[in-house]
């Protein structure tokens, strides 16, 4: 199948690996060495040539469209009936023209690919056998003094008011996850569980790679088992519904779509969207117009708006491309930008492994920003301490040695049993969804979605400028607050 590719921006995670094979109970690994300084890179969004996206003119097919799209030579490859979109396969492009005539079709527009994940970005892997804040809680949990994120939300204060997240669907739209692994398979309802990238399973199949999905998964739900790290939200139920694949780190919009819609319809809480990419307003010539763009957002719009009214919460980064939202009018960030989501920035430290004391909340150097289009900010780490003085000296924290700009990174679960460094908006929204399922574990296991919006904003830390800041939009989520 041949592919177009459009230039744009796209959000994705550097990874720094620390994998660990020793059981629950046993010591932690303590093989270590310095990893190497991650890459940053734009990644692309393409077009499938063949494959459609065709939008009802209301939220039903029309009954008439396996027969038209029969007539045009081509077959419909999957459907989406709760918000009238389907996926076809044209043998012809030009057929589609004959589709948009059909009464009751909207739109017929190119199904957009977005790459996501790379896979190569995790540089380098390490091979090994009442609560308090990192990095001296004393908890048994061997990595949790590695996860500085939980001593900025306050997470600790949550849990010991009683706040555990137990009650509460996550849906993680994502890469997959590592099924298997200690810290995420007591939460994970594997019966829920679903693919919607051709050809692969929602768990994880390729073995010892980062995995994206599961290290959002871990920011979420990681279990407290006395074992490796602690989510957030600790007994929260996590559903993974991949819609990245694991090998490529791409996916189609209408998968995300299908996925968006699948959790709703399985009534998730909560939705994590640690995806997503800049498209143009003004399209791509020629492949794909200005019109067909905005038809794309009417269709995801859709998405968004039939889980909002299902009674699940969206959450999404905002993307890694230091881009300012509120001058560059043309381009809009998918999921993040469409109806109805939470919007999340990062923030790190600079320098925590050296100095445990240091500010928590400094604007990470590449996440994109602006009053327009930031809700609130997370943890989700930074390497720019790289670059300090000091930055490559070695640092000691929890046991674990390595350079210090290493532990601003986010910590967390991923493929093979093994924990990973990572950093990135994706580590940042787990953060902001991980307190909204403890806010709506606290008021019994259901809340809409408008009610867990205005806990988050009204219990954030307001940084920055008072009031809604470029940076920390309403703020930087803080649990204790948002269970008190």
């Not at 990874?15 to 094979?21: E, F, I, P, Q, S």
């Not at 038209?68 to 389907?86: H, K, W």
């Not at 739109?107 to 001296?136: C, I, M, Y």
């Not at 996925?259 to 319809?265: C, E, L, P």
Request: net charge negative; hydrophobic share 40%; with cysteine.
């Amino acid at each position: 199948m041949s592919r177009t590719r459009l230039s744009v921006g796209f959000a994705f995670c550097a990874a720094l690996v620390l994998a660990g094979c020793s059981e629950p109970g046993t010591a932690p690994p303590d093989e270590v060495e310095a990893l190497s300084t991650p890459s940053f890179k734009s990644a692309s969004v393409g077009t499938d040539a063949g494959s459609f996206i065709v939008m009802a003119k209301g939220n039903s097919l029309p009954r008439n469209l396996a027969k038209a799209v029969e007539a045009a030579g081509g077959s419909i490859t999957a459907t989406i009936p709760e918000i009238g979109v389907a996926l076809v396969t044209l043998t012809e492009p030009s057929l589609g023209a004959a589709l948009a005539a059909v009464d009751g079709v909207r739109s017929v527009l190119p199904n957009l690919t977005v790459q996501g994940v790379d896979p190569g970005t995790h540089e380098r892997s390490v091979k090994a056998d009442a609560f308090g804040d990192p990095p001296a809680s004393g908890d048994d949990d061997f990595f949790f003094d590695l996860q500085w994120g939980h001593t900025a939300v306050q997470a600790p204060d949550a849990w010991n008011a009683g706040a555990r997240g137990a009650g509460v669907r996550v849906a993680m739209l994502d890469s997959g996850i590592d099924a298997t692994h200690p810290d995420l398979s007591p939460n994970l309802n594997s019966g829920l569980s679903a693919s919607f990238v051709p050809g692969e399973a929602w768990w994880l199949e390729s073995g010892d790679v980062f995995n994206h999905g599961s290290h959002t998964a871990g920011t979420v739900a990681a279990a407290d088992n006395g074992y490796g790290t602690i989510g957030i939200a600790p007994e929260a139920e996590i559903v993974a519904i991949k819609v990245l694949s694991e090998y490529t780190g791409s996916g189609s919009f209408f998968g995300i779509m299908q996925g968006i819609v699948y959790a709703a319809v399985i009534d998730a809480d909560l939705i994590n969207m640690s995806i997503g990419g800049f498209v143009q307003r003004r399209g791509y010539k020629p492949d794909v117009g200005a019109n067909e763009v905005a038809e794309l957002m009417v269709a995801m719009g859709r998405a968004t708006s039939f889980a909002f009214q299902s009674g699940t919460t969206i959450i999404a980064s905002a993307g890694n491309e230091s881009v300012n939202g509120n001058k560059d009018k043309d381009l809009v960030h998918l999921p993040s930008g469409l109806p109805h989501v939470i919007t999340v920035s990062a923030t790190a430290p600079q320098g925590w492994g050296a100095d445990p004391s240091t500010d928590l909340d400094v604007p990470a150097s590449y996440t994109n920003y602006g009053q327009s289009v930031i809700t609130m900010a997370g943890p989700g780490g930074d390497w720019s301490y790289a670059f300090a003085p000091g930055g490559f000296d070695l640092c000691t924290v929890a046991g674990i040695t390595n350079s210090c700009y290493v532990f601003d990174y986010v910590f967390s679960t991923g493929g093979d049993g093994a924990w990973y460094w990572s950093t990135g908006t994706s580590m940042a929204a787990p953060h902001v969804t991980g307190v909204a399922a403890l806010i709506i574990g606290q008021s019994g296991g259901s809340m809409n979605p408008a009610q867990v919006e205005a806990a988050l904003r009204r219990s954030a830390d307001d940084l920055g400028k008072p009031g809604n800041d470029p940076w920390y939009g309403r703020g930087r989520v803080n649990a204790y607050n948002a269970v008190n």
